[in-house]
């Protein structure tokens, strides 16, 4: 019998995408499994995402056309999935992938038993034999004939490869001593692993194509904050310089694109997430509290307008991203060509086009994408004007082709609202506020959090859901909302000293704790044990595009331990850090987050308590200077259930309290005085 495509009534985009192909479509449900085991048919999963390119491709060329749609329908059971609305199932069959083929990536499309084990699958797939990848036809048909003819090594292979997944997801039992890895020599070994693949010349680590890594920049910045190194303070630098002046940054819009197909960071894949503009704003911030570059201040800025123009809904939840193509054309939407560009800005267009890089044959396949080759300074004395008229001309040309740009046909919006996406866009607003003073930042981050508790919220007390679209929330919320979500409050604490915030943070860690620990070992699943639609439940370490669930919740234990005096959960962030052991130090890069977190702990942590009636201005003050590797408390008075708040007072003045390794000094009664004592030499 033959079902007609059921994708017409989910919310996602991505889905709503495929909702009229003539493939039998069914969203990951019991319907579909179900249908799976009483026909006996082998299951097609496609994952992509809304924003991915090779996605739209396979689309039109496959999954449009009637006969491969007949071969689809008559032979397997069809299942669509967003990869971030599920990234649960993305993780597990991703892996599956990878082990067989070496590779990975979207669109994915895996073959599954009638109970949902992988036994065969791929990425993108051409409608003939090309690129040494076999037609999707050509592969639909072996499928079906190695189902139907050799059911019993397709049997074997999917618990083979469902085996593998179990196994390469049980670490954690082997705990290294705390004394091997909380030493400064352990971070000193992880600097020189980083700056093995650091491109010295264009900034960030490898080759193409390039990604931010925003959590290696960051652990450069801190690095260099505790140690001096010059070295580290440059390659941080030198990164996001580059960044900022290549393509991969939006010049005429603001905002950051995923990663760059080049060294140079002139062609990005051009869509546009939430979590990298949140992550670029969160490690910008901290560069510009530790260098005072204005360009950075400018940056952040210039990101955070583009986030609240384009993808803000109007109650203050942030969309997931903004496609690459228009019109069926990647990049579409950003480029320019001279011709244009000098009708538009007459007199001025000159400059602008040299300073831009836009030129008559293009920089990019005939047409031209806006980057900086020189800094503003050297290009002003070549030129021999002044750097303000030099500004004020790029400024009105800006202002002028992002005017103009909005008359084109737009990319489009994916306008699911993710938990842990948002909860890094609120971190980010704080890590802004705190650095820029601006406080319509802080007014965000605050409207945001309501938001999120309101809409997000779940049946149980502090159990959230993963995504919000048209006041519908769906899927439990996975480790990673959770985590990003603690981590959000912890930091938005920081900037309110509302301690509200704090407490919401400590309930929603327990029912983390709860609902998601692994026993033996202290780590977390990304799943919660009530989650039941997946074949294994897996523990993400890895920090990649978003910082790894349990990275941040180490981080979430550790700080709250301070907060509440909780020494289990402290130990527990030591065990958990002490069982990875040297592969965070080996391998930096894909543990970002961990070295920063390995950090903190080894150079210690700064409790700072104010207390005093006008303890705003002086927590204003203390938030923007750059102090990685601290707590922050402040009240008009001493507060029950807050330890580092009892028996505090300001007296006359508004006091600050400063303790660190289990050692408190004098207290004094400024910011200055503050950052001072904690610049003095540990041992001074």
């Not at 689809?72 to 083929?101: C, G, S, W």
């Not at 406080?439 to 965000?444: C, M, R, S, V, W």
């Not at 543990?591 to 942590?605: H, N, P, R």
């Amino acid at each position: 019998m033959k079902h007609s495509n059921q994708l017409i009534h989910e919310t996602s985009p991505y889905l709503q995408q495929h909702a009229h192909n003539p493939v039998n479509w069914f969203p990951w449900g019991d319907e579909a499994l179900d249908k799976a085991k009483k026909e006996n048919k082998p299951i097609l999963v496609s994952i992509g995402y809304a924003a991915c390119h090779w996605c739209h491709v396979m689309e039109r060329e496959s999954f449009e056309d009637e006969a491969t749609a007949n071969m689809m329908n008559e032979n397997f059971i069809n299942i669509k999935i967003d990869r971030e609305e599920r990234p649960d199932l993305d993780h597990i069959y991703m892996d599956a992938v990878q082990a067989m083929t070496g590779s990975g990536g979207w669109p994915l499309n895996v073959f599954l038993t009638p109970d949902g084990k992988p036994f065969y699958g791929g990425t993108y797939f051409p409608p003939q034999k090309a690129f040494n990848r076999p037609s999707w036809q050509d592969t639909l048909l072996s499928v079906t004939q190695a189902f139907r003819e050799r059911r019993h090594e397709i049997d074997a292979q999917a618990e083979n490869l469902t085996q593998h997944l179990t196994q390469s997801n049980s670490f954690g039992l082997q705990k290294v001593a705390e004394t091997d890895v909380f030493t400064s020599e352990k971070l000193d070994e992880a600097f020189r692993n980083l700056m093995k693949s650091a491109d010295k010349e264009w900034g960030g680590f490898g080759k193409a194509p390039k990604f931010p890594q925003t959590f290696s920049i960051q652990f450069l910045l801190r690095y260099h904050y505790i140690t001096k190194n010059q070295e580290a303070l440059q390659q941080a630098i030198l990164s996001l310089d580059k960044m900022i002046e290549g393509g991969i940054y939006d010049q005429a819009g603001g905002g950051f694109a995923r990663y760059s197909t080049d060294t140079e960071w002139l062609a990005p894949h051009f869509e546009k997430m939430l979590y990298d503009n949140a992550l670029l704003v969160i490690v910008l911030s901290e560069a510009f509290q530790l260098t005072g570059k204005v360009r950075y201040k400018e940056v952040i800025d210039e990101t955070l307008k583009f986030v609240q123009r384009e993808l803000l809904h109007p109650d203050k939840g942030f969309y997931s991203a903004l496609d690459a193509d228009s019109e069926g054309v990647e990049g579409k939407f950003y480029v320019w060509n001279l011709e244009e560009v000098t009708s538009l800005l007459g007199k001025d267009a000159a400059i602008f086009c040299e300073y831009y890089d836009i030129t008559a044959h293009g920089n990019w396949e005939e047409t031209n994408i806006l980057r900086v080759k020189k800094p503003m300074e050297n290009f002003a004395a070549a030129k021999n004007i002044s750097i303000s008229e030099l500004d004020s001309i790029l400024a009105e040309g800006r202002s002028k082709l992002l005017e103009k740009r909005t008359g084109r046909v737009r990319p489009l919006l994916d306008d699911k609202i993710l938990l842990g996406w948002n909860a890094l866009m609120n971190s980010a607003c704080s890590k802004a506020f705190a650095a820029t003073g601006n406080e319509q930042y802080k007014q965000l981050a605050n409207d945001n959090m309501y938001f999120l508790l309101k809409h997000f919220a779940a049946k149980k007390e502090n159990e959230f859901y993963h995504t919000w679209k048209n006041g519908i929330a769906k899927y439990p919320a996975f480790l990673d909302d959770y985590a990003y979500l603690v981590q959000s409050l912890i930091h938005l604490h920081e900037i309110t000293a509302d301690t509200n915030w704090l407490v919401k943070a400590k309930n929603v860690t327990g029912f983390v704790i709860e609902n998601f620990s692994e026993k033996d070992t202290g780590f977390f699943f990304f799943t919660s044990e009530s989650q039941t639609d997946v074949i294994v439940r897996k523990k993400e370490v890895y920090d990649g595009a978003v910082p790894s669930g349990n990275a941040v919740m180490t981080f979430n234990l550790y700080h709250l331990s301070i907060f509440f005096d909780l020494p289990d959960w402290k130990q527990r962030s030591f065990d958990m850090i002490s069982s990875l052991g040297n592969a965070i130090t080996r391998y930096p890069s894909s543990f970002g987050v961990w070295c920063s977190l390995l950090q903190e702990i080894v150079a210690g942590t700064n409790e700072i308590v104010i207390v005093g009636f006008d303890f705003v201005e002086i927590q204003q003050e203390i938030i923007n200077y750059y102090l990685p590797h601290k707590v922050l408390m402040a009240s008009i008075g001493p507060l029950s259930g807050f330890p580092l708040l009892a028996g505090k007072s300001g007296g006359e003045r508004t006091t600050v309290y400063l303790c660190r390794s289990y050692t408190c000094l004098n207290p004094v009664f400024s910011a200055k005085e503050l950052i001072s004592l904690i610049d003095r030499p540990q041992n001074g």
